[in-house]
């Protein structure tokens, strides 16, 4: 349920998300290559890599009294799910090679055919739940991935993409998704700050 500052009133707000956490493994070897990308020199702001998640679905602003709606939906959605394993593998951005905008770390599924992984389904049931809780979650086409910098301008754009290219097939291991989170984020001067509201287990009902 997004709402505008303006119509919140003296009720207050959140800005939340619907993520999947990441281990300190794979954290440690993302904030090792953001260092090697580092030295392309461009224009990016890098994720922290503390901040470093997977978002299954961004909710925006929602009112307090909204979050136990959210977290019922997403208790219910995940009940049905079990436990399972994805890789994080690959680097790559979103946009053009001359204008890049998102630098991210991919995402595929382990030990499953198909293209409709785990973590797509449990993604879909979320949104279905939210929806059919009254919710508007953000709709867009799902693609899971981990952004670990945002491009702001195209300062050697070219070199950036050129380190992508050079670290492309890179692994940086595996995560057991045995819970999701429902997060809220603070914008502040030294950028997001993320704080838990709730969250829940897969196969837990």
């Not at 790559?92 to 198909?114: L, N, Q």
């Not at 797509?120 to 867009?140: H, M, S, Y």
Request: charge should be positive; include cysteine; charged fraction near 20%.
């Amino acid at each position: 349920m997004a709402v505008s500052p303006d119509q919140s009133n003296e009720q207050s707000f959140v800005r939340a998300f619907i993520a999947v956490e990441i281990n300190d493994a794979i954290r440690a070897g993302l904030a090792n290559v953001q260092d090697v990308l580092k030295k392309a020199n461009g224009h990016v702001s890098w994720v922290r890599p503390e901040n470093i998640h997977c978002t299954l679905v961004f909710l925006g602003d929602i009112f307090m009294s909204a979050v136990e709606s959210v977290a019922g939906a997403f208790d219910k959605a995940v009940a049905g799910s079990k436990p399972f394993e994805i890789e994080v593998t690959g680097l790559g951005y979103f946009g053009s090679a001359r204008s890049p905008r998102i630098i991210w770390s991919g995402i595929a599924s382990t030990g499953v055919a198909g293209a409709v992984t785990p973590l797509v389904k449990l993604q879909n049931g979320l949104v279905a739940a939210l929806l059919t809780a009254g919710l508007k979650p953000d709709e867009k086409p799902f693609t899971p991935h981990l952004t670990i910098g945002r491009v702001r301008s195209n300062r050697n754009a070219v070199d950036l993409v050129r380190a992508l290219e050079a670290n492309k097939n890179k692994s940086f291991g595996k995560i057991s998704v045995q819970r999701v989170v429902l997060m809220q984020s603070r914008l502040t001067a030294k950028g997001p700050e993320y704080t838990l509201l709730q969250s829940a287990a897969l196969g837990s009902q």
